[in-house]
C-alpha cells in the first residue's frame, strides 16, 4: 500500500500558515531545533498524527458506546530560509512542547507553544522553505480521542 505523506512548499505568510495548520497540536523536542548561521536556515522536526488515510486509524472498543482512536505519528520537519535570527523564551523548561499557533509581526515570525515556550525568527523578507513528512514513526499517538462507536446492522 502506497501512502502520500504531505509536502507543503512555503513561498508566503499563508503557505507558512498552512504548514503550521499541519503542525498544530503536534509534539516538538526543542533538542531538535537547527539554526544554521551561515546557510541563513532554520529547522524543527515535530512528531505529528497522520490522519490523511483512515485504513492506518487504529480503533478499539471502550465501554459499550464509546472506542479509542490512536493515529500514526509522522516526523514532520519545518524548514524557513532567509533567517535572520532565532530567540528561544523557554520558561517551562521541559524539553518537549506542543504547538500551539503562529503569527507574526513585521520580519518576527513567533511559533508559540502550550507550554509556555516560544521561537521568534526574525527574517530577511517573506517566508521561504518548506513542511516535509519525513517518515512514519511505527508509533501511534498516546493521546487518543473518544468517540461514539458505530454499530452496523
Given at each position: 500500500?502506497?501512502?502520500?505523506?504531505?509536502?507543503?512548499?512555503?513561498?508566503?505568510?499563508?503557505?507558512?500558515?498552512?504548514?503550521?495548520?499541519?503542525?498544530?497540536?503536534?509534539?516538538?523536542?526543542?533538542?531538535?531545533?537547527?539554526?544554521?548561521?551561515?546557510?541563513?536556515?532554520?529547522?524543527?522536526?515535530?512528531?505529528?498524527?497522520?490522519?490523511?488515510?483512515?485504513?492506518?486509524?487504529?480503533?478499539?472498543?471502550?465501554?459499550?458506546?464509546?472506542?479509542?482512536?490512536?493515529?500514526?505519528?509522522?516526523?514532520?520537519?519545518?524548514?524557513?530560509?532567509?533567517?535572520?535570527?532565532?530567540?528561544?523564551?523557554?520558561?517551562?523548561?521541559?524539553?518537549?512542547?506542543?504547538?500551539?499557533?503562529?503569527?507574526?509581526?513585521?520580519?518576527?515570525?513567533?511559533f508559540e507553544f502550550c507550554e509556555n515556550m516560544q521561537i521568534d525568527i526574525i527574517l530577511e523578507s517573506q517566508p521561504?522553505?518548506?513542511?516535509?513528512d519525513q517518515k512514519f514513526l511505527n508509533k501511534y499517538s498516546r493521546i487518543h480521542t473518544f468517540q461514539f462507536r458505530?454499530?452496523?446492522?
Amino acid at each position: 500500500m502506497s501512502v502520500n505523506l504531505k509536502t507543503i512548499n512555503i513561498d508566503n505568510n499563508e503557505t507558512l500558515l498552512l504548514a503550521c495548520d499541519y503542525l498544530h497540536d503536534s509534539s516538538f523536542d526543542i533538542s531538535s531545533l537547527s539554526h544554521d548561521k551561515e546557510h541563513q536556515t532554520c529547522s524543527m522536526i515535530f512528531k505529528r498524527e497522520f490522519s490523511a488515510d483512515p485504513s492506518l486509524i487504529q480503533r478499539k472498543p471502550f465501554f459499550f458506546f464509546f472506542e479509542k482512536v490512536f493515529y500514526p505519528l509522522v516526523e514532520s520537519v519545518l524548514t524557513i530560509n532567509g533567517v535572520k535570527s532565532v530567540e528561544i523564551t523557554d520558561k517551562a523548561r521541559i524539553g518537549t512542547y506542543t504547538f500551539n499557533k503562529y503569527s507574526n509581526q513585521g520580519d518576527k515570525f513567533t511559533f508559540e507553544f502550550c507550554e509556555n515556550m516560544q521561537i521568534d525568527i526574525i527574517l530577511e523578507s517573506q517566508p521561504h522553505g518548506s513542511m516535509v513528512d519525513q517518515k512514519f514513526l511505527n508509533k501511534y499517538s498516546r493521546i487518543h480521542t473518544f468517540q461514539f462507536r458505530k454499530f452496523s446492522r
